[in-house]
């Protein structure tokens, strides 16, 4: 699919696989989640644009590239969102933090937003969206949308695992956010969970099944 990258590392897979697996105790899956948000947080920075500056070494002064451009921000999607992130926030520990607090409606599974907030100036920067689980997408769509009512212009947005019917309605209705996931699954059931997927990951995460 146009815009979607979907990271085969052997090191993503093999750590979704163990988080995928539903005897995982909930520290367990905490860890593997933010190790597997640091290992996709390199593959969707993979191009962010460098300048030389100088510096000086225990040996000679040198040009020597780094980051260009303010800060990125990171957006993750409350609850899963945020253990998620954390391991993002390990790789860029300087970068701000978005914080959207969205649920889905357990009967109408329309997202429902009870908290949001976010730097002033998301115009000028690089806004990730963080949300584990990609299923119907009407929480992520919500979410990109409220991030573009406050500015956003470039928006990318990194998921764990998806649904084939969450990832067209992304990019149908959002074309220029581009997406980077580690799994597209079968489908979704009858209760719009991802088949095979991994469950509920806020209640896997914070042992709230």
Known sequence: MEGVTIVDHPL???KLTLLRDKERSTKSFRELLGEIGM???YEVTRDLPLEMTEIETPIARMKSPVLAGKKLVFAPILRAGLTFVEGMLDLVPAARV???GMYRDPETHSAVEYFFKAPSDLEERLVIVVAPILATANTV????DRLKERGAREIRLVCMVSAPEGMERVRGIHPDVRV???AIDDGLNDEAFIVPGLGDAGDRAYGTR
């Not at 769509?141 to 990109?144: G, S």
């Open 98 to 100: 978005a914080h959207i």
């Open 180 to 182: 980077w996931t580690a």
């Open 141 to 144: 769509v919500a979410a990109i």
């Open 12 to 14: 993503v897979q093999h």
């Open 39 to 41: 290992l996709l947080c």
